[in-house]
């Protein structure tokens, strides 16, 4: 009788005891929803870390893009960023300090309007001598001997117009090719990937491949952009001193 009554008391307190492996379970999902895991509490150690290593790099403006054109790569430690031009016995010739601290930019807008100008002195200067002694359409294919100076007012209207339309068309050719949209970027920005003068012009195929000549080629077309810019200003001023041409001074 005590046997069975001692039964039935360990079946009844059974029954309300929690079940081990429940009771482990319910222990073991508290632990871990509670206690972070090693890989967060080594992420939050070493967070903190990583921030504070990271530097914090400031941008120069003055840095020119990686990016090579014709076999130049701008170098800011060179003058006018490595850019052919420098000619003995001068080398690089700025003594006003033209370039000084001027960023890359700058220097190829000055670059640009160097040797376009110098393309225009080249021609003006044939212009003055072969305006001056040669038949012309203009005139008939006759020998006009009025100075270049002149010359300009005496052309009739049909055939200075389309003269100024070819004019304003290869100028516009021109923005296109080397200048960045306004809008699309500051006022007077040449395009990264062009190289001053550059407009793609080349129907003889002059233009050479190796980067060596091409900076040869372009050095030259800068002396003798140079020197017309100079005899050009000198034809000008001479003709408006004394009235004759330039042929005519020389004795021809």
């Known amino acids: 009788m005590k046997l069975a009554i001692f039964s039935a008391l360990v079946g009844s307190a059974a029954a309300f005891a ?3 492996s429940i009771g482990a379970c319910a222990s073991s999902s508290a632990l871990r929803m509670s206690e972070p895991t090693t890989e967060e509490t080594t992420a939050t150690m070493e967070a903190p870390a990583a921030v504070a ?10 840095v020119p893009a990686a990016v090579a054109i014709n076999g130049w790569s701008a170098d800011a430690a060179l003058p006018c960023y490595g850019l052919p031009g420098a000619v003995s016995p001068l080398g690089f010739f700025d003594p006003i ?3 000084k601290d001027m960023d890359l930019n700058g220097v190829k807008r000055f ?4 040797v376009m100008h110098g393309r225009v002195a080249m021609m003006a200067t044939l212009g003055y001598l072969i305006g001056e002694s040669t038949p012309t359409i203009t005139y008939g294919m006759d020998v006009h001997h009025t100075i270049a100076n002149n010359q300009i007012p005496e052309v009739p209207g049909t055939v200075l117009f389309p003269f100024f339309l070819a004019i304003n068309i290869a100028e516009a050719l021109r923005a296109s090719t080397g200048w960045v949209e306004p809008g699309l970027g500051p006022l007077f920005t040449l395009r990264e990937t062009y190289y001053p003068g550059d407009i793609g012009f080349d129907p003889f195929g002059l233009k050479p491949k190796d980067a060596k000549d091409f900076a040869n080629m372009q050095t030259k077309e800068l002396s003798n952009g140079r020197l017309a810019m100079l ?5 000008c001023a001479q003709e408006q001193v004394n009235g004759q041409g330039i042929l005519e001074n020389l004795g021809f």
Not at 54 to 59: D, G
Not at 111 to 114: K, P, S
């Open 18 to 20: 929690p079940s081990n």
């Open 231 to 235: 005899a050009a200003a000198g034809m």
């Open 97 to 99: 300090g033209f370039t």
């Open 53 to 62: 290593a990271t530097p914090v790099v400031e941008e120069s403006p003055f």
């Open 111 to 114: 670059r640009e309007a160097e």
